[in-house]
């Protein structure tokens, strides 16, 4: 059994990774209940991913996690990359016809691939697990279609996006978000702060400012900056940075020196730094819905290059009506938004002293938090989603 699986970014090779554990699951229980002798040994896992789906048993054909962009003029550099690894996984696949495709998020790049499938190998099913964000966006119509023809099913991980998509014709299972299942991998804060050896009279605020590259020029300096003027506010501030990838410890080292911040870099145990701090001060990304299941205040920033916002807003009109899946999942604001010109030290910095000095504000967010639990579904979505796919197989 050959499964292809598709994505990119940081985001997207944990979702792949999980789903990679859940098919070998899924694998073994259908054979353990049939006369089969085959196992999860005979799953072929061919992806575009990153470490943690390689980790979890793929065989990449290339690394996309690094040259993810969010972006018009962000994405620039990252074309002739792109199109080099796209070029060697269509390849393979004419080469290596696989048993079912898998799509994760990732939209150009993915909708690249679908469509090389249906022309090339259309009797191939595809299925779209976690779908672009369409179903919140105000420029839409093309891209949905496009999603739609090329996937023989779509499963959703939100309500929303499964009603949207449905209304439209797409054959489609909400699953729920497959965070849901990653949570019960998290230590309680307890055990969190003891293996940090957080010490509890301090604050500590994780600051997490990039999975991508340009998030090291557009939010790191608003974010540490934010975080110096707290730390002047209240000198008990410890700051805590989990790395997302590797290559960015330098330029965070250099900005912690230049900020004169009491900060600790973190490697490999951003599960422990989410888990135990008072607060986060955050991109926006999956992470959001991390933080929201561990019930920790965060103040969400972003900032896309000025250009790029222009020609969003102002040429194509595309508009959002919240970009934290935290606030998307219940449609209104559950964390502080800052996004674009709102993203200022300042407001980071008032934002946070909310959450840090005010517990009625906290109290609030905690009752919040639980309606954008609800929305996310049951225990068990990876492995729903795992038998979904193996039943494309079979069928």
């Known amino acids: 059994m050959r499964i292809f699986i598709s994505t990119g970014e940081v985001s997207g090779d944990l979702q792949g990774a999980l789903l990679i554990e859940a098919l070998k699951r899924c694998v073994d229980s259908s054979n353990s209940h049939s006369s089969s002798n085959s196992n ?12 943690k789906m390689a980790a979890a048993g793929a065989h990449l054909l290339g690394n996309t996690v690094s040259i993810g962009s969010f972006g018009f003029v962000e994405s620039l550099s990252f074309v002739l990359p792109t199109l080099k690894i796209q070029g060697r996984a269509k390849k393979y696949l004419k080469e290596n016809p696989p048993d079912v495709v898998v799509l994760i998020d990732y939209m150009g790049p993915n909708l690249a691939i679908g469509n090389f499938m249906r022309r090339h190998l259309p009797n191939v099913p595809i299925v779209y697990y976690i779908a672009p964000q369409l179903w919140v966006a105000s420029m839409k119509s093309g891209y949905t279609k496009n999603v739609i023809d090329i996937s023989d099913r779509l499963l959703a991980i939100f309500p929303g996006e499964a009603d949207y998509f449905r209304s439209k014709g797409a054959n489609v299972s909400f699953v729920g978000h ?8 998290f230590p309680n804060r307890e055990t969190a702060r003891t293996k940090l050896t957080m010490d509890d009279d301090n604050i500590h ?3 997490l400012p990039a999975s991508r590259k340009q998030e090291i020029k557009n939010l790191l300096p608003i974010i540490f900056e ?6 002047d506010k209240l000198p008990q501030i410890k700051f805590w940075i989990p790395l997302s990838l590797e290559i960015y410890r330098q330029d965070i080292q250099q900005a912690i020196q ?3 911040l009491q900060a600790t870099i973190i490697s490999g145990q951003q599960k422990e730094v989410l888990s135990a701090v ?9 992470v959001n819905l991390e933080l929201g299941l561990l019930n920790i205040p965060q103040v969400v920033v972003y900032r896309l290059n000025a250009l790029t916002y222009w020609i969003g807003t102002q040429i194509l009109q595309i508009k959002y009506p919240f970009a934290s899946p935290v606030n998307l999942l219940v ?9 674009q010109d709102k993203a200022t030290s300042e ?6 002293m909310e959450f840090l000095l005010n517990p009625q504000r906290r109290k609030q967010l905690n009752m919040d938090y639980q309606k954008m639990q609800q929305e996310m579904g049951q225990e068990g979505v990876c492995d729903r989603a795992a038998k979904e796919i193996v039943q494309m197989i079979s069928n």
Do not use: F
């Not at 008072?278 to 999956?286: F, M, P, R, V």
């Not at 407001?347 to 946070?352: L, R, V």
């Open 205 to 207: 605020v994780a600051l």
């Open 347 to 352: 407001n980071i910095t008032e934002a946070a």
């Open 40 to 51: 999860s040994s005979d799953l072929e896992i061919v992806a575009l991913g990153g470490e």
């Open 178 to 185: 497959p965070l849901v299942d990653r949570m019960k991998s």
């Open 331 to 339: 449609m209104g604001e559950i964390v502080p938004e800052l996004i």
């Open 278 to 286: 008072d607060l986060a001060i955050t991109k926006c990304g999956t």
């Open 258 to 260: 230049k900020y004169g």
């Open 226 to 231: 934010a975080a110096k003027q707290l730390q």
